[in-house]
């Protein structure tokens, strides 16, 4: 029988964001996760191969909505990681990530900024927030009378 763990209103959901490198979109997610929701949820970033360092063009495209990564380190992706998280998004990673049962997993398309100038990580960088903010009214909405 499969059990899946259903997210309440008073649990504190887990996200992991996974991409090869852990370097542009699950940084850049992860910051928008944290920057909108708040300690509404636990989040976590890991690549499957991970990279030296942030993109620099997302750090900038980030800094330009106000938010630092400039000190983010891409992170191993962990067999530990994914099954402490309820919601494991990977982005472009392919089957690398471990599966668990009753863990909820979507692939978000996204186009990876690995090489490109920050007029092509912008577009990125919005279409991200605009599924983070799907994903937070989903999991982890503001409660009535709150702002945030």
């Known amino acids: 029988m499969r059990r899946e763990r259903t997210i309440t209103m008073a649990d504190k959901?887990?996200?992991?964001?996974v991409c090869v490198h852990n370097a542009g979109r699950?940084?850049?997610a992860a910051a928008w996760l944290t920057h909108l929701a708040g300690d509404r949820v636990e989040v976590?970033?890991?690549?499957?191969?991970?990279g030296d360092r942030v993109n620099p063009a997302a750090v900038q495209a980030m800094a330009e909505v106000g938010i630092d990564i400039?000190?983010?380190?891409?992170?191993?992706?962990?067999?530990?990681?994914?099954?402490?998280?309820?919601v494991c998004i990977t982005m472009g990673c392919g089957?690398?990530?471990?599966?668990?049962l009753g863990k909820r997993?979507?692939?978000w398309k996204l186009d990876d900024p690995?090489?490109?100038?920050?007029e092509a990580v912008r577009p990125i960088r919005d279409e991200i927030?605009?599924?983070v903010e799907g994903l937070i009214a989903e999991i982890a909405p503001a409660k009535p009378g709150t702002t945030a």
């Open 114 to 118: 690995a090489g490109q100038g920050v």
């Open 70 to 86: 400039s000190k983010e380190t891409p992170k191993i992706l962990t067999v530990d990681a994914v099954r402490e998280s309820d």
């Open 44 to 50: 976590r970033s890991a690549g499957s191969n991970p």
């Open 105 to 107: 997993y979507l692939d």
């Open 13 to 17: 959901p887990s996200v992991l964001f």
């Open 95 to 100: 089957d690398t990530c471990p599966v668990f």
């Open 129 to 131: 927030k605009t599924l």
């Open 26 to 28: 699950s940084q850049m």
